[in-house]
């Protein structure tokens, strides 16, 4: 089996940052992605960032271009990554989730809140 567990969320000011951890453990040999998406009051789940894994390429999304970092723990046999995001907004605010995609199966962590005020 599989565990993803999020941290790091919490009330941020505007203009605020930041940092976002994210670890999976359990049988995680043949990870091939681990990432995050989020979801907004009201609102779908939107992709965030992720990582492939392997190839160790990042990919951000557009709104977030410039004020996010996505970065992971090389150690190895460890699968943690963390999410940095800088210049946060009233619009940010969102339940962060991470996921891990092992053998085409992908597992999702519970959450992690975040609320910016503005």
């Known amino acids: 089996q599989v565990q993803v567990v999020e941290s790091g969320g919490g009330l941020v000011k505007a203009g605020g940052s930041l940092r976002l951890a994210c670890t999976a453990s359990g049988r995680t040999s043949g990870t091939t992605e681990m990432g995050w998406y989020r979801q907004r009051p009201e609102k779908d789940r939107d992709f965030v960032a992720n990582f492939h894994w392997l190839a160790g390429q990042a990919t951000t999304a557009t709104y977030l271009k410039g004020r996010s970092t996505l970065s992971r723990d090389l150690t190895i046999g460890n699968k943690t990554i963390y999410l940095e995001i800088s210049s946060l907004e009233p619009e940010d605010t969102a339940v962060y989730y991470c996921?891990?995609?092992?053998?085409?199966?992908?597992?999702w962590g519970q959450g992690t809140r975040v609320i910016v005020s503005s």
């Open positions: 996921f891990v995609d092992i053998v085409g199966r992908r597992t």
